[in-house]
């Protein structure tokens, strides 16, 4: 069984860090994708960063570049997402997925879109706020 834990989340003052853990059991990483999701009040889930566990290949929101690192440990099972300078419209609750390597993404909307990923975790708050 396929479990996934997000920890990390918190409130923070704008321009302020956190750094989101995700912790998978039940999967290998390197056959996997892991991305980071958020949903905020009044809209839709959508994909920040995701990170290929075969090949480390990462993507990311337009508006997080520069901001936001994604990275793991397959050793571990454990995907990190550093999130720096902070901003107010960051605060959502931000999710943990894995989606198969060989997902069809390029058919679907892209790494980003939520469609692959068949394993979530239950979210983390994330607050900016000063």
């Known amino acids: 069984q396929v479990q996934l834990v997000e920890s990390g989340g918190g409130l923070v003052q704008p321009g302020g860090s956190l750094r989101l853990t995700c912790i998978a059991a039940g999967l290998n990483f390197e056959d996997y994708v892991i991305g980071w999701f958020r949903r905020a009040p009044r809209t839709g889930r959508e994909g920040v960063s995701c990170?290929?566990?075969?090949?480390?290949?990462?993507h990311y929101q337009d508006s997080v570049k520069g901001r936001f690192t994604i990275s793991t440990n397959n050793a571990e099972n454990t995907a990190y997402l550093q999130m720096n300078n902070l901003r107010a419209e960051d605060s959502a609750i931000y999710y943990c997925?894995?989606?198969?390597?060989?997902?069809?993404?390029?058919?679907?909307?892209?790494?980003?879109?939520?469609?692959?990923?068949?394993?979530w975790g239950q979210g983390t708050q994330v607050t900016v706020s000063s």
């Open positions: 997925a894995a989606a198969p390597k060989n997902a069809p993404f390029e058919v679907v909307g892209g790494p980003l879109d939520d469609f692959s990923y068949d394993h």
């Open positions: 990170i290929s566990g075969s090949d480390g290949t990462t």
